[in-house]
């Protein structure tokens, strides 16, 4: 069996017309999961209500209390938008069950000792200590090894960053973290323009692997090959956190690598090589299609 964690509620995060990061993402994916020949080996879990376990200890792990509370003033005042991140109504709650997918998604890995996969939004991997950004409100990868660190006591957790942009939040929030390791290919320049090489961590900590538009299969297994998974594997980690982004997908419309679904199952695979103990979570990724399949390749891979 494979897990994956998701609500319909996560629909209701309302970006606008015509915004990239919609609804209609999670739509595409749950349908394309649902007939897809390994449909019955899946496992679809309910995040834990917000009511159930109040998510303010959780965001404190990563944000300020003034993100906090801003965040849930603009959903009270129904329309508002940090930088490219729009807020309605329902996003404070939506984003906060989020968060909950995501910690919920690492105690099922840790004690199942197996994958699985968080089917959430908004994304999290833009969203700084003290405000959001980049389609994110709150900073799920980073609040997810965190909470792996303080609350379950593992002193080895790393994050790769497949999405195509650099991570600029998660960086920001755990590179003073000397237990938690962070990884992300991206294409640069890019946004956020951050990301370069030589941001490594106060701990080195940190591994950034730009990528030049236009890259595709080759230079991905080169990186790969030659930087991160010997970086993952020289870490060890109890725990790997996968922000699984899709926008470096050839179809995408939000960036220029040349990726497949197949890409991602070949990703997937050698991560497994390393440890089955991996929790994907979804971040970007814009051409319904092609989201749809690059998470269909994932959760195949792993089930095989
Ligand atoms: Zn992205």
Redesign the pocket.
């Given at each position: 069996m494979f897990s994956i964690f998701y609500s319909d509620r996560f629909l209701d995060h309302d970006t606008g017309d015509d915004h990239p990061e919609c609804a209609a993402r999670l739509t595409a994916i749950k349908t394309k999961l649902e007939r897809a020949t390994f449909a019955d080996q899946l496992e679809w879990l309910v995040p834990t209500p917000i009511e159930v376990r109040p998510v303010n200890d959780l965001l404190l792990l990563a944000h300020t209390t003034q993100h906090i509370a801003r965040v849930t003033e603009f959903a009270a005042s129904g329309n508002s938008s940090f930088e490219s991140t729009s807020v309605s109504a329902a996003s404070d709650d939506v984003a906060r069950l989020a968060v909950n997918a995501w910690v919920d998604g690492v105690d099922q890995v840790i004690t199942k000792n197996r994958p699985a996969f968080v089917l959430a939004r908004p994304?999290g991997?833009h969203a700084l200590p003290d405000e959001g950004m980049?389609f994110c409100l709150f900073a799920n990868a980073a609040i997810a090894a965190i909470y792996a660190v303080e609350h379950l006591g593992l002193s080895r957790v790393s994050i790769l960053d497949w999405?195509?942009?650099h991570g600029n939040g998660t960086q920001a929030i755990v590179e003073t973290h000397s237990k938690i390791r962070y990884c992300s290919l991206h294409q640069s320049p890019a946004?956020p323009m951050t990301g370069g090489a030589s941001e490594t961590g106060q701990f080195g900590n940190i591994l950034n692997v730009p990528l030049q538009p236009g890259s595709g299969s080759e230079v991905y297994n080169a990186a790969f090959e030659l930087q991160v998974l010997p970086w993952l594997r020289s870490g060890n980690p109890e725990l790997l956190i996968i922000s699984a982004?899709y926008?470096a997908m050839a179809v995408d419309p939000?960036?220029r690598m040349q990726l497949k679904a197949d890409d991602y199952g070949r990703f997937t695979k050698w991560c497994l090589d390393i440890t089955p103990r991996i929790l994907f979570g979804l971040?970007?990724?814009y051409d319904l299609d092609g989201l749809a399949m690059g998470v269909a390749r994932t959760i195949e891979t792993c089930l095989n």
């Open positions: 994304p991997h980049g999405d195509v942009h946004y982004g926008d939000l960036a971040e970007g990724g």
